[in-house]
């Protein structure tokens, strides 16, 4: 079966609760950042974005907060459903260097 | 649709073997990137191309080779001096976001 996201931290939260999964990045001169969702034996799915002049972004159900003061981004999932249950990881790019840089990820786990 | 298409899904490599993993896209991204995926770990790049005819190693891109000859195609070859190749390989392309196709899980017979 898929070993991906073997040892990851886990975020366990009830059906119906919103959950909030963190991201630390290193470079202060990146400028776009995305958050992706990847379950079992599956490519990452695009999730959410936000470019580094904005600290908030909306879409259905998810926000991605972005605070560049201490190089933190979060993903906030509200009223979470056993679908969103997989592994979420953020990834930071810098267009000077072309490159995206990817967190290792946090498993969420939605219980009944 | 558009999308990423991978192939094979799985792959078996004999020692001293070297394997071809397929990507195509059809996005009309002019940038595709490989990566490779360990359990517990971030993605890591193993070489990326901006633009056809034209590719730049990543930061493990020893034991790997590609090649660019076509937009829509980015082939990865894993030659037999990757001396650790079983891992989950991605390959994407971009056009801000960054599009996946679904891997190919390679394993050592």
């Known amino acids: 079966g898929e070993s991906v996201g073997l040892h990851l931290p886990t975020l366990s939260v009830q059906e119906g609760d919103n959950s909030i999964i963190n991201c630390a990045y290193s470079?202060?001169?990146?400028?776009?950042f995305i958050w992706y969702k990847q379950e079992s034996g599956k490519g990452p799915q695009f999730i959410i974005d936000i470019r580094s002049n904005m600290d908030k972004r909306q879409g259905q159900r998810v926000t991605v907060l972005l605070n560049k003061t201490v190089k933190h981004l979060s993903l906030q999932i509200a009223a979470t459903q056993p679908g969103d249950s997989a592994v979420y990881f953020c990834a930071d790019y810098f267009s000077g260097t072309y490159k995206y840089i990817f967190g290792t990820g946090t498993r969420l786990k939605v219980l009944a | 649709d558009g999308g990423i298409t991978q192939s094979p899904k799985y792959l078996f490599r004999k020692e001293g073997q070297n394997v071809t993993l397929s990507c195509e896209q059809n996005l009309n991204h002019d940038a595709m990137y490989w990566y490779r995926q360990d359990p517990g770990q971030g993605l890591r790049l193993i070489y990326y191309?901006?633009?056809?005819?034209?590719?730049q190693k990543g930061d493990i891109a020893e034991g790997y080779s590609v090649s660019r000859e076509k937009k829509e195609s980015f082939p990865l070859t894993v030659t037999s001096a990757q001396k650790n190749p079983t891992a989950f390989y991605l390959c994407?392309?971009?056009?801000?976001?960054?599009?996946f196709g679904d891997g190919t899980r390679l394993s050592i017979l």
């Open positions: 994407a392309s971009s056009s801000q976001p960054q599009h």
């Open positions: 191309s901006q633009i056809v005819n034209d590719f």
């Open positions: 470079n202060s001169a990146s400028d776009y």
